[in-house]
């Protein structure tokens, strides 16, 4: 599948008549060289020339205090499965603050010639705690669609009247919808896409993330929700790292500095180094094509953009009053018990308090194997199905919190 996933994803990047509302890349928001209106150059430029001569100006743009963006998640479901829960949406929240603020632990795989190099954007998300009219929410919209594949229907998604769900206000919200892209098994390939900031609509701001890659989740090359990094990347105005040209050459540029050219993008997880175009190429940056796991860093002019792309062109964020939803600070420091114990099919953790936060729960087996591994609300009480299981003692680990369970089928 993931092969027949990346030859897609090459095939539709890559010829440019392919319609972009079938977008099947696997982290592509958009490619601006394919955009053959003159119009939308002329805006493309004019907005590049603007970020650029704010950014020679000065530094007065990391001089504010930190900026939390309110966000809203549309998740648009066809089949029950795909309404998913709310753990995996705060999964893609957290994800967002990592790596927008330099805090995921696997930046220290950045190679050391890169490390002067990585930035921190300093930029955080959360689920809005308030619609537009002021009213109480938990920043997630659930619409049941009866369109399959609306994830790559960008002449529907947008719109609640043709099956999607229209955006909460653009200026003061940013807008996440979910969904499957998939019309026929076999077929999924996309995995998101982003409006820019000079070829967006009211309507349309924000970014799209499939089902398939949004947030946690058991995927191969994109299970940590760096899809979604990606194009929020974009929706602040970055272009892909290797600078979109077609067909692929040294000539064109991400137009930022400080990331060297190259000539095309990665994918999977490259070794290191990788050369093109003269130059060690950053492919660990999120605006490559490598795997989730592989995709660690911005740099820091990509950081100083994004910032001036949201004071000059989506300054109602900065400014937004919209109130946020409390994200659990500790989520995975959770003491438990299991009961019975010894268990066959079926073992209940008990948990003290009435929290409610996200977290894996993993079983080991004696020899340090995982065999379960599910992504739940951590609440008082869970109740988990087990798979089948050899009779012997296991380790359910909780973030840093191990307990012991003698399993008899
Ligand atoms: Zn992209």
């Known amino acids: 599948m993931k092969k027949i996933a990346l030859t897609l994803v090459i095939l539709s990047c890559f010829f440019p008549g392919i319609n972009l509302s079938a977008q099947t890349h696997k982290v592509c928001g958009n490619m601006p060289d394919f955009d053959t209106s003159s119009a939308i150059s002329e805006r493309r430029h004019a907005f590049e020339n603007a970020v650029k001569q704010t950014m020679q100006q000065g530094n007065w743009i990391f001089s504010r205090s930190p900026v939390t963006i309110p966000v809203v998640v549309h998740i648009l479901w066809n089949k029950p499965e795909e309404n998913v829960e709310d753990a995996r949406i705060w999964s893609q929240i957290e994800r967002l603050n990592?790596?927008?603020?330099?805090?995921?632990?696997?930046?220290?795989?950045?190679?050391?010639?890169?490390?002067?190099?990585?930035?921190?954007?300093?930029?955080?998300?959360?689920?809005?705690?308030?619609?537009?009219?002021?009213r109480p929410t938990n920043g997630i919209v659930r619409v049941p669609t009866e369109v399959r594949g609306i994830a790559g229907k960008l002449d529907q998604i947008y719109y609640s009247a043709l099956g999607g769900s229209d955006a909460w206000d653009t200026e003061r919200y940013l807008n996440i919808w979910v969904g499957d892209n998939t019309t026929d098994p076999g077929t999924a390939t996309a995995t998101g896409y982003s409006s820019f900031p000079w070829n967006e609509t009211q309507a349309n701001s924000g970014i799209i993330i499939s089902l398939a890659a949004f947030g946690k989740n058991t995927s191969e090359s994109w299970s940590m929700g760096r899809v979604g990094v990606h194009e929020v990347g974009h929706y602040l105005g970055l272009?892909?790292?290797?600078?979109?040209?077609s067909p692929p050459s040294c000539n064109d540029d991400d137009g930022i500095s400080d990331t060297p050219?190259?000539?095309?993008?990665?994918?999977?997880?490259?070794?290191?180094?990788?050369?093109?175009?003269?130059?060690?190429?950053?492919?660990?940056?999120?605006?490559?094509?490598?795997d989730d796991q592989c995709m660690v860093m911005f740099s820091q002019e990509q950081c100083q953009w994004m910032n001036t792309v949201l004071a000059l062109y989506r300054p109602g964020l900065l400014?937004?009053?919209?109130?946020c939803v409390q994200n659990p600070e500790e989520p995975l420091n959770t003491p438990f018990s299991i009961f019975p114990n010894p268990a066959s099919?079926?073992?209940h953790l008990n948990f003290p308090g009435t929290v409610a936060e996200p977290g894996d729960i993993l079983i080991y087996n004696a020899l340090g194997h995982i065999v379960f591994r599910k992504f739940f609300i951590l609440r008082s009480g869970i109740t988990i199905d087990l798979p089948e299981l050899a009779?012997?003692?296991?380790?359910?680990?909780?973030?840093?919190?191990i307990e012991k369970v003698i399993i008899h089928p």
């Open 98 to 134: 990592l790596d927008f603020n330099a805090q995921n632990l696997d930046l220290e795989q950045v190679p050391d010639e890169f490390k002067p190099l990585m930035g921190n954007a300093g930029i955080q998300f959360c689920l809005a705690a308030q619609d537009p009219d002021g």
């Open 239 to 245: 272009r892909h790292i290797w600078g979109d040209d």
């Open 261 to 290: 050219s190259q000539f095309f993008f990665h994918f999977d997880c490259p070794d290191t180094p990788q050369q093109s175009c003269g130059n060690s190429n950053m492919y660990m940056n999120y605006m490559d094509y490598v």
């Open 319 to 323: 400014n937004s009053t919209v109130q």
């Open 345 to 347: 099919r079926q073992i």
């Open 391 to 401: 009779s012997g003692m296991y380790f359910v680990k909780i973030g840093k919190s």
